[in-house]
């Protein structure tokens, strides 16, 4: 019975997810940032990144403004099938449009909603 309900659960935030990332029209791209291998001949540090181009419900928080510059929060949901199955991770990057213009947002929180799997991420962004 366990496993059907987190099943249940898993597909809900699914559609859920799908359904207001639709009709919000909110894109987004989430980078996951692989480990870096360091060539020690060359000196050269490489990354080969994996990006996610994905709809996704976007809550902007707050906004604030100190000396000149704004600052802004906003909160995303994520489902695991969007970005590969796996865990959202405060070194990936997520880019995101604000106000027009595109911003690269730093990941400051993940929050995982789980039962015996994971079914829903809240990834808290500051740009």
Do not use: H
């Amino acid at each position: 019975m366990a496993g059907q309900l987190d099943a249940l659960l898993k597909n809900v935030a699914k559609q859920v997810v799908s359904q207001l990332g639709d009709s919000l029209d909110t894109t987004i791209v989430y980078t996951r940032q692989a480990s870096a291998s360091y060539n020690t001949s060359t000196g050269a540090v490489t990354t080969s990144d994996t990006s996610y181009t994905i709809k996704v419900p976007v809550e902007f928080v707050q906004s604030t403004e100190e000396s000149g510059y704004q600052e802004n929060i906003a909160r995303i949901f994520i489902t695991p099938d969007l970005i590969g199955d796996s865990q959202p991770l405060l070194s990936d990057e997520i880019t995101l449009t604000f106000s027009g213009s595109t911003r690269l947002a730093k990941i400051t929180d993940v929050r995982t909603l789980r039962g015996g799997q994971e079914y829903l991420f809240r990834v808290d962004v500051i740009f």
